[in-house]
């Protein structure tokens, strides 16, 4: 019997506090979670040049795998997640400066106005009951001229119209027009992108969701692939195989949004992480 999905914001924190997974980068037991990993990095490395110099937040940090990543060029990084044992691993980690780890809810943070330049909210909303509590948490603590870049899975590929999530964590997910919707009564310049990947990318992860979709967990949790296979995988299939698109985005893998008070800010943004130019 599946579990109840969470109905309330606190019911959503506790929830996630206990039982959210941490993201491995490593020591992968299939191809499919080699390639939700490279979903899981490729927000940060494409924010790396944002990122330069910069205060950043990484809002729903999990272990801190994101966090580190962006500690050898920001100026700070803070991180925050509502569970305890994923903030643990994250203190656990090397860093070439110290990250200020906290457990912390994002609809309630515990930063001053206006503290950081960049904050990155990585498969985070679709987790969020509270989202307008979120998303002013996050306008209030990105100060001026500052960008925000959030991550989300794509729900024209991974549900039926009128359809709950799947993923019992998901309490909601959005098609790009609705996660533009969600975005705009926030930031001034919402651009919305897609993710692209190359054909064996692509084909493992609409495989995955297909079978997701019709119910076959099994296969997609227990299956396995050879060393060999997953090796000559990722050998041929590395971070630099997916893109963000501006086209088609209801076929996108998952979505991308660049947001800002600042129009300009929002560009600059979509130049540096994804080499697009938005007329102005």
């Known amino acids: 019997m599946a579990e109840p999905r969470p109905k309330s914001h606190d019911e959503m924190v ?40 910069r205060r950043v937040l990484d809002l729903g940090c999990n272990n801190g795998y994101g966090s580190q990543m962006l500690s050898f060029v920001a100026a700070s990084v803070a991180g925050c997640d509502v569970s305890e044992r994923l903030i643990a691993q994250a203190n656990a980690l090397v860093t070439p400066r110290p990250i200020d780890f906290r457990v912390a809810d994002g609809a309630d943070l515990p930063f001053a ?10 498969q985070v909303i679709e987790h969020v ?24 899975p794509n729900a024209c590929i991974r549900l039926e119209p009128g359809k709950r999530p799947w993923n019992r964590f998901h309490v909601i997910e959005f098609t790009p027009r609705e996660f533009a919707a969600e975005l705009a009564p926030w930031f001034a310049a919402v651009e919305v992108l897609g993710l692209r990947a190359s054909p064996e990318i692509e084909e493992v992860e609409r495989t995955r969701v297909a079978l997701r979709r019709s119910g076959h967990v ?9 060393t060999d296979d997953l090796d000559q995988f990722m050998e041929r299939n ?5 893109r963000y698109v501006t086209t088609d985005l209801d076929e996108s893998l998952d979505q991308l949004a660049v947001c800002s008070e600042d129009a300009s800010a929002c560009r600059n943004a979509l ?5 697009i130019e938005v007329a102005e």
Do not use: W
């Not at 099994?218 to 050879?226: I, K, N």
């Not at 590395?238 to 997916?242: L, N, V």
């Open 14 to 53: 506790a929830s996630h506090a206990v039982g959210h997974r941490s993201v491995n980068l490593s020591g992968f037991a299939s191809i499919e979670k080699y390639v939700l990993s490279l979903f899981h990095r490729l927000p940060y490395v494409r924010a790396l040049p944002l990122a330069r110099g």
């Open 113 to 122: 106005d206006d503290a950081f330049d960049l904050i990155i909210c990585a």
């Open 129 to 152: 009951v509270a989202r307008d509590r979120l998303l002013a948490e996050m306008r209030r603590v990105l100060a001026p001229g500052g960008v925000a870049v959030l991550t989300t």
């Open 218 to 226: 099994g296969q997609v949790v227990e299956g396995g692939d050879s």
């Open 238 to 242: 590395r971070i630099d195989s997916m």
């Open 271 to 275: 130049r540096l992480m994804c080499g």
